[in-house]
């Protein structure tokens, strides 16, 4: 009986084991094994033992390009997921207000996100258009700076990035891809909002007979009772923000500009792969990373419980 | 006399409809330039002050985008890639889902957990080996690349049919069973009439990831006869880089039809999301 049980839940799920084992665990052990290897994908794998990884700890060193990427992806990721929790939360109080009109506003809020990702970096490439973007002609309107946007390097929140006579123009490329991954919020948003909803009323109702404002309420009641759905967009958001690919290939002509600016860890990995044909320390390089991740996630499942209410 | 509480009130829901309509005007308003300036001539756009307004509207840039690309050639390579997306996706994960969900065998949650675990592991690391089977499989530049691994299932999708598979009443199910269904003839006659919800969000999600899915082609397709929309538009990109007009009028060509579809189907976006999570 057991046995026919496990034939038919076996038969059940065959496409997905048999996808499984040809186009994810054997992709996942070999690329294991190539990362101690040379391949070029024309010969066959040659094992060199740990040079790839030793070619990785060295140019992490001596600030290499690995080095450079990798910092360019925890830019990216640090400053793009905490500006996420920020706006996410302010776009979700702010749109489960009860007034009239409410899910247009949610429409209108959640709709930039549905956008390609290909189109949504079109449009972004000329929204930051140093000369003829719209960006830039409100900054102007207000008497704030232009800013160089795709065209620099210089990272707003990293001073030592700024160059030297910048007179404000500070935000540089991987601004402008934070800026672009803020305005496709929408689904984080809908994930705050679900949270928001599901806050007991009573809470609030009892608040206000202890005489709390609304500030009071919403550090004592309502952030406590989002720190899940904050922690849960710390992980998600970390974990895509240093697998994005498309957006970034797409505004950085393919090559992670200017001057490497953009050229983050999924890039540079795709690169070596698939424009050096170097895929042994390609593997070295996903196989870094998938730990890097792994250790942060633990990391920040750790101290999760120092923070996250349940 | 009129109510002393009225005032305030009716004042609290004017600032509140001013702080919506500010947030809701800058969400908006790069759309809202796409489709103006992608109906403006090349002179107004250079043309300094700037203004919102066409003047005059060039609706002809449109017929110009169209022509610049073979933009019916990578559109009909679209619809098949697509169709065979959604088609792939609903066959394989419907049925791994209900082999998860209402059946009960040795190792089953082993393998559900490891199904899941996959989800958190980054296409990097994967992908050159993954290019490699592809490639070995014969479907290196051709539509197949991207549409036979649909047929293996995706773990996003398993999981949300699961869950709703898991809320079917188990009497119905035990119904069929004795009266001789197969599990398949379960499936088919029971349990996918009452999942339409279900499996109408995730034909949208893969509707909408197939359409927009651009490192796919960047990875499998070589000739242009094959590309989809998303991967031709690039090709506009760098060919026209200088002509705005006609770059943001193909950009708003490529993006009507997913924007179309969440405005029907916004109920499906919504469930897709908060059943189980990110999804982007």
Redo the contacts between chains.
């Keep these: 009986m ?1 046995r026919n ?2 034939k ?6 065959s ?6 084992l ?3 665990l ?3 052990l ?2 294991l094994y ?1 990362s101690f290897c040379e391949y070029d ?1 024309l010969g066959s794998p040659r094992w060199v033992g740990l040079r790839n990884y030793r070619r990785l700890a060295a140019e992490l060193a001596d600030g290499g390009t690995f080095a450079r990427a990798l910092a360019n992806t925890a830019y990216y990721a640090v400053v793009s997921v905490s500006l996420s929790v920020v706006m996410g939360i302010t ?1 979700a109080v ?2 489960s ?1 009860k ?4 899910a ?2 949610r ?6 996100s ?6 949504a970096s ?3 490439m ?2 930051l258009d140093p000369q ?1 973007g ?1 960006v830039n ?1 409100v900054l102007q309107t207000v008497h704030l700076p232009a800013q160089n946007w795709f065209q620099s390097t210089s990272s707003a929140l990293w001073p030592s990035s700024w160059p030297a006579d910048h007179m404000g123009r500070v935000f540089g490329s991987k601004d402008g891809l934070v800026l672009m991954s803020l ?1 496709g919020i929408g ?2 948003l ?2 705050y909002l ?1 949270a928001l909803g599901d806050i007991p009323k009573g809470l609030y109702e009892a608040a206000e007979l202890d005489g709390a404002g609304r500030v009071r309420q919403f550090l004592h009641i309502t952030l406590p009772m989002l720190t899940p759905v904050i922690f ?1 967009n710390v992980v ?1 958001g970390l ?2 923000s ?2 994005a ?2 957006q970034i ?2 505004v950085s002509d393919g090559r992670g500009d200017p001057a490497g600016s953009t050229l983050t ?2 890039m540079h ?2 690169l070596t ?2 424009k050096d044909l170097d ?1 042994g320390y ?2 070295a390089m ?2 870094v ?2 730990v890097l ?1 792994m250790l942060v ?1 633990i990391w920040l499942f750790r101290t999760s419980r120092h923070w996250v209410h349940h | 006399m009129p109510d002393k509480n009225l005032v305030p009130v009716r004042q609290k829901a004017f600032w509140a409809h001013v702080w919506l309509l500010l947030i809701a005007g800058v969400m908006t308003a790069p759309l809202v330039w796409m489709v103006l300036t992608s109906l403006k001539g090349p002179e107004q756009i250079a043309a300094a002050p700037y203004s919102w307004w066409p003047r005059p509207w060039h609706w002809e840039n449109y017929a110009k985008a169209m022509q610049a690309i073979p933009f019916l050639r990578y559109l009909t390579n679209s619809v098949v890639l697509c169709l065979g997306s959604v088609l792939g996706t609903l066959f394989s994960c419907s049925v791994v889902a209900y082999g998860f969900a209402r059946l009960r065998w040795p190792g089953r949650d082993l393998l559900f957990g490891m199904m899941i675990a996959t989800m958190l592991l980054p296409w990097q690391v994967t992908m050159v080996p993954r290019f490699l089977v592809i490639r070995e499989l014969g479907l290196y530049d051709s539509l197949g690349a991207l549409i036979f691994p649909k047929f293996f299932g995706e773990a996003f999708y398993i999981f949300l049919l699961r869950q709703f598979f898991l809320t079917l009443p188990q009497e119905m199910i035990d119904a069929a069973r004795v009266d001789g269904c197969s599990e398949l003839g379960v499936l088919w006659r029971v349990v996918l009439p009452l999942a339409r919800p279900a499996l109408a969000t995730v034909a949208l999600l893969e509707f909408i990831a197939a359409w927009n899915d651009y490192g796919g082609p960047l990875l499998y397709l070589n000739d242009p006869q094959r590309f989809p929309l998303a991967y031709g538009l690039e090709q506009f990109v760098s060919s026209h880089s200088s002509e705005m007009h006609l770059l943001l009028a193909a950009a708003v060509l490529f993006t009507l039809p997913v924007v179309v579809l969440f405005f029907f189907a916004q109920r499906l976006f919504v469930r897709g999301i908060t059943t189980t999570g990110l999804k982007d």
């Design positions: 057991q049980e496990l038919t839940g076996l038969t059940l799920i496409p997905w084991l048999i996808g499984f040809a186009l994810t054997f992709p996942f070999a690329s190539w994908m776009l702010s749109l207000q007034v009239r009109g409410r247009i506003y429409s209108l809020c959640f709709l930039p549905v956008v390609p990702l290909v189109a079109v449009l972004w000329w929204l003829q719209l002609g305005w689904n984080l809908i994930i679900a849960f998600m974990i895509q240093v697998q690919f498309t290939y797409l860890l999924s990995l795709f792969a698939f895929m390609a593997s996903a196989w990373m998938f991740v996630t």
